[in-house]
DNA sequence: CTCCTTGCAAAGCCTTTGCATTTAC
DNA sequence: GTAAATGCAAAGGCTTTGCAAGGAG
């Protein structure tokens, strides 16, 4: 997924303060350290990923408030879940990128990233039409590899690794 | 979601019979009366759902095979996996239903069931255009009740259900 | 008769929660 | 100063797994 300008890095993060006032939350440095690491990455982190980046970076974070914000950014659609047939759930930027979906292959695992120019237009209209305004939305594509031949190749290395 | 004929349903059923040839795996009838069960039902349901309902109708099944065998249809494309923004995992039907989605009101929980006709269409155009065919896919939309008011009811309803 | 499937119970593991402490406003 | 946020550790709860018994082909 692209990059995220610096620019609107700065953007969600006013958004996010605002939000945060209006509803007389509190806008905390770890709140924004996971914000801003979820911006700054350009692919999907499940959250003890994100635990272990902030430690790493020197922020002094729990587990558990790495869970609390990414509620808490999920609820105010500055973060999208998704399922991507591991077993746990992972997160990404969506301010900005309302446009982007997975592909996952079932047999060997690969996940590709896509994007459509109508697809939000699309989804806008499906959920004005029954009742709802649109925050964020979470697509993910089950499929198989069209090319057999790496697709084996990927589900050898895997069953390797496990042994 | 729509009812599934008797004919679709043993379609299916016919359908997995022949995958489980193909891959040398046995067609019992445990995994019978789970894919059974879920095309009966014209809605989500989750593991335990549908573990207590096989018991109701006498069949004796553990919840591991329940979950051995989700996972078995949803690798062959029987059934959808989807997040309802609860805290496990919900299953349905999706074979003859590629264009079902789902909107969650992110404020009050509500969940409504929508159709697109071209959204199949779109779908395997993507995947295609990646390098992949399309088995099945999942499509949240997260948003919020334009209804504010019968929203902020279910809200109060759910608090007081919990206490 | 062989190998796959099933079930039980236990383990696994991501995620949530209670409560005392700290901190934003 | 007050209500919210944080962290720790423990609990919680869905899901997976090991292994022995049962069943499909």
Do not use: P
């Not at 047939?85 to 992972?90: D, E, L, N, S």
């Amino acid at each position: 997924m692209k990059k995220t300008s610096a620019e609107t890095i700065a953007k969600v993060e006013c958004l996010f303060k605002s939000y945060m006032k209006e509803e007389k939350l509190r806008c905390t440095q770890k709140r924004l350290s996971v914000l801003r690491e979820i911006y700054r990455s350009n692919t999907h982190l499940d959250a003890d990923e994100l635990f272990v980046r902030l430690r790493e970076q020197g922020v002094g974070i729990s587990r558990a408030t790495v869970y609390h914000t990414l509620d808490l950014l999920f609820r105010y659609n500055l973060v999208t879940k998704i399922d991507l047939g591991h077993k746990h759930t992972h997160y990404e930027k969506s301010w900005g990128v309302a446009d982007h979906l997975h592909i996952i292959c079932l047999k060997c695992g690969k996940v590709s990233e896509a994007t459509s120019e109508d697809l939000a237009g699309m989804m806008e209209k499906l959920c004005t039409g029954h009742g709802y305004s649109l925050g964020s939305f979470s697509l993910q594509l089950f499929g198989e590899c069209l090319d057999k031949e790496a697709c084996a190749q990927r589900v050898k290395e895997a069953h390797k690794e496990k042994a």
